[in-house]
C-alpha cells in the first residue's frame, strides 16, 4: 500500500458515495478533481496511475479548522479544570516560556498527523516558531495558513521585535515556496497589542495581501476591560485601526452584541466558532450565532489548541456547535446538521481563501471518506445527520490533501515515530520548566 | 484470533498500563479477576487457556450507560433540529407505532454492538418488547438492566395493561436465568404515568427487590405542569408514591431545585445525567451537579437515546458532562476529569447494583483497553485528562465483559451481520410507516 502516499501522479477513487449515488473520482497530476460521478472510473482508467477502492464510503470536502494552536499538542492534558488565571500563569505559560522551535516542530507533525487522522486537510494557525511549524505542515502534506502570534503588551520595544519576527516569518515561508502553506499575520488580542501594532499588521495585511487572526470576545472581562479603559467595545477598537475586512479571521466572539456582529458583517470578517474550548474554559457566553447568521458573517469552526479541548476533531466540535447553539440561546431548531457541516467545509474554506469546500471537476483534491459500514452511519436515514451527531473524526477512512494521498484505511506513514518524537519532546518540556 | 472471543475459559491479559505500572491480568473461568499486577502473567500461565497481548494499554472498567433506549439506534438521524413536540409527534411516535419486537431485537443487538466497540460494558434501558432486547444483549454478552417503559395516561384500562406487561416481563427475563441481564421497572414519567400507577410501582419494586428507571424533570414544563397540577414539584410527587429509594435512578433531573436535590440524597437516588441529549433537545437547564454532589447523590452517566444524541459513545458523553457543567454553572473548576470517569464508570456501576466497576482480585472481570499508541494519548502527562476530554469511543481496543472477551484489536465477530440486519430493518420501518 505504500506506494500509493504523496504522489503526484493521477489516481482513481472507485466505489464512493457522491449526491445520493455510487461514483467514482478521477484525480489528476495538478492536485485537482478531473472528473466526479458515476461512470468515471471506467472513462479515465487509462489516465490513472494507480486506484484505491472507495468501498462505498461518503466523501466531502476536506474539514477546514480555522483557529489552533497547533503545537499545543504537546500540552494536551499537562493542566485542566483550573481557574482560568492559574491555569495560565503557573501551568500554560510557564511551560510556553520553555518551547523550542524543535517543540513547535515536532508537536505541530503530532497536530497535522491528529487532524488527518480526523479528517482536516486545512488548518488556520497561530503560534511560535513558525518557520519549524511550516517545516512540519510541508511534510505532512495538509494545507496551513500560519501566523505569528503578535503580542506587543503596549510596548514599544517590544513592537519593533514582533514586526521583525512578523516579516520574517513572512519571507520565510513564502521563499517555501509550497502553495499550500500561506502566511498570515496574527495580531493576539486588544488586550496584548497596542492600537500603533494593530495599525501596523492592517497597513502590513493591505500591502502585502496577507491574512489576520485575531481572538475577539473570548471573555466578558476582555470586553468589560475595553468599555472601562477605552469607552469601546473590542470589535469597534479593532475597527478603528483598521484591522476588520474580509481578510480577517476572529476567533471566539462569544460576547459580541448585537451592533458589533453588524459591524463584522459589513466588513465581510470571518468568524471561527470554537465550543468546546469556550465551554471548557467557561467563559459563560456562546457565540451569538443567530445574529452571525441574521448579518451575514461567514462563520466558520475551530478547535482551538489541545490545552483547551484537548483535541483536534472537527466531527466533535461541529456536535458540540449544534449542541451548544441550542442549548445556550434555546432553540432546538438553531444551527442544524447542516449548517454545522456547512462551517467546517465549505465556509472554512472560504475564510481561508483556499479554493476548496466543493467537490467539482477543476476544484482542488482536498477531499475525506468517510466509512459506512460503521455503527455510526448505520441506519443510513441522514448522512448529514450521521456525520454531526453520530460519528467522530475515527470514521474518516481515507484522506486526500492537493491530490496527494495522506491517510488510506486509516494508515498514515511514519506515525509512529511522529507520536513518540512528539511524546518525548513534551517529557522533556515538562521537565525543563519544573526542574 | 477467532478462538478467544466469547468463551469461559480462564486467560491472561499480559502487558496493560494499570496504577502508572505496566501489569497484566489473569481471568478466572468464573468471569473474575483472579489476579491483576506486575508479574501475574509469570504467576498464572500455568492456568491459562490462551493469553493476549495488552500492548501497554490502560486498562479501565467497563463504561455503564445508566440511561438509554437501546433500540432507538433504529432512528438515528431519521429527525433533527426540529421543534420537541413536532418532532415527536410527526416523527418519532408514528415510527414507534409501528416497531415490532424483531425491530427492537435487531436495535438492540445494533446499540450493543456500539456500546462495546466504545467501551461499555452494562447499560440501563427503557423501551417496549423487552424480552427481544434480553435476546440481543444475551447474545452479544454485555450486562444490561431492562425495563419495559409503563406508560398508562391515567387511565385504569391502560393500567391494567401495563402491569401485565411488566409482570410479563419480569418473569421472561428471570427465566433466561442469564445473571448479566436484570429485569427492572420503568415507569416513563410523572406526566405519563398516574399516581396509581407510580403506587403499584413503587411496592412491586419493593416486594420483588426490582430497580426502577424513570425520567425526572427533563423541561421546564414538566415542573411547571406538575406545581399547577398537583402544587407539588416533581420529586415530591415520586416520594408521596414511594417511588423514590436506593433502588431508583433518575434520568435528567435538569430542573431540580436545591430541595428535591437534598430529597434525592435522602432517599439515596442515583441520578443519571444526560447531557448531550439535553442540550440537544434544549432543554434549556443542567443538571445541578454541584447541589447534587453536596447532597451526597451518586451520579452516574447515560447517552439517552440515539434519536436525541445520536450515539451511545460514553467517552463523548464524559467530555459533554465535564463542558456543560463548566460552561452552564460559570466554573472552570466544576465537574473536572476525575469525576466524570467516576460517573461513567464507579458510580453506574454502584447505580445498577453491579460489583463491577473497580479492578481487584475477585471483581468480576469487566474492563477495557484503551491504546496508549494514538494520538488521543500523546503526549501522556495525565491518562485521567486524556480519557475524558481528548479520546473518544474509538481508542478503545479490547473489551471483556464477565470474563469473556467481546471485542479484541477492534475486531467483533458478526459486526457485518449485525450492521446491515438494523439496517434494513430501521428502512423497512420508515417505509411501512411513511407509506
Known amino acids: 500500500m505504500d506506494d500509493i502516499f504523496s504522489k503526484n501522479e493521477p489516481f482513481i477513487i472507485e466505489n464512493v458515495f457522491f449526491n445520493d449515488r455510487n461514483a467514482d473520482i478521477f484525480i489528476g497530476g495538478d492536485g485537482r478533481i478531473g472528473s466526479i460521478g458515476p461512470g468515471t472510473a471506467k472513462k479515465c482508467s487509462g489516465d490513472a496511475a494507480f486506484s484505491i477502492d472507495g468501498k462505498g464510503a461518503l466523501v466531502l470536502p476536506g474539514l477546514v479548522n480555522t483557529h489552533t494552536h497547533a503545537a499545543m499538542t504537546l500540552l494536551r492534558g499537562y493542566a485542566d479544570d483550573m481557574p482560568l488565571q492559574e491555569w ?38 497561530m503560534y511560535f516558531f513558525m518557520e519549524d511549524a511550516a517545516r512540519a505542515v510541508d511534510e505532512m502534506g495538509i494545507r496551513a495558513t500560519l501566523a505569528y502570534g503578535f503580542i506587543d503588551l503596549f510596548s514599544e520595544e517590544k513592537r ?100 458589533e456582529c453588524a459591524l463584522l458583517g459589513k466588513r465581510g470578517v470571518h468568524v471561527s466558532h470554537n465550543p468546546v474550548s469556550n465551554m471548557k474554559l467557561a467563559v459563560n457566553r456562546a457565540m451569538p450565532y443567530h445574529w452571525l447568521k441574521e448579518e451575514g458573517v461567514n462563520v466558520c469552526l475551530g478547535t482551538d489548541g489541545c490545552a483547551s479541548n484537548n483535541n483536534l476533531d472537527l466531527f466533535e466540535e461541529m456536535k458540540v456547535a449544534a449542541l451548544l447553539q441550542k442549548f445556550s440561546w434555546n432553540s432546538q431548531t438553531l444551527l442544524p446538521a447542516g449548517e454545522a457541516l456547512h462551517m467546517a467545509t465549505t465556509a ?10 466543493s467537490l467539482t471537476a477543476g476544484s482542488p483534491a482536498d477531499l475525506i471518506l468517510v466509512s459506512r459500514h460503521t455503527a455510526c452511519n448505520t441506519p443510513f436515514h441522514n448522512p448529514v445527520s450521521n456525520l454531526v451527531y453520530s460519528c467522530n473524526g475515527g470514521a474518516v477512512e481515507t484522506v486526500v490533501c492537493n491530490g496527494r494521498v495522506l491517510m488510506h484505511e486509516r494508515v498514515i506513514p511514519g506515525e509512529e515515530k511522529i507520536l513518540a518524537e512528539a511524546s518525548e519532546a513534551a517529557f522533556d518540556l515538562v521537565k525543563r520548566t519544573t526542574q
Not at 501551568?91 to 507533525?109: C, F, H, Q, R, S
Not at 466578558?220 to 484591522?243: F, H, M, T, Y
Request: charged share 25%; net charge negative.
Open 160 to 259: 519593533e521585535h514582533e514586526i521583525k519576527a512578523t516579516e520574517n516569518m513572512v519571507k520565510t515561508i513564502r521563499a517555501m515556496n509550497n502553495p499550500g502553506i500561506q502566511p498570515a499575520l496574527g495580531p493576539h488580542a486588544i488586550y496584548t497589542v497596542s492600537p500603533e501594532g494593530l495599525k501596523w499588521i492592517a497597513g502590513y495585511s493591505a500591502g502585502e495581501d496577507l491574512p489576520i487572526h485575531i481572538h475577539l470576545s473570548e471573555t466578558e472581562k476582555e470586553v468589560n476591560d475595553a468599555v472601562s479603559q477605552w469607552k469601546k467595545r473590542p470589535a469597534e477598537i479593532l475597527d478603528e485601526c483598521g484591522v476588520l475586512g474580509d481578510r480577517t479571521i476572529a476567533a471566539h466572539c462569544c460576547w459580541l452584541n448585537r451592533e
Open 348 to 357: 472554512g474554506a472560504r475564510a481561508l481563501g483556499l479554493g476548496t469546500g
Open 88 to 125: 495560565l500563569a503557573d501551568k500554560i505559560w510557564p511551560l510556553e516560556a520553555n518551547l523550542t522551535g524543535k517543540d513547535v516542530y515536532l508537536g505541530t507533525k503530532l497536530a497535522c498527523l491528529e487532524m488527518i487522522r480526523s479528517g482536516t486537510t486545512a488548518f488556520n494557525d
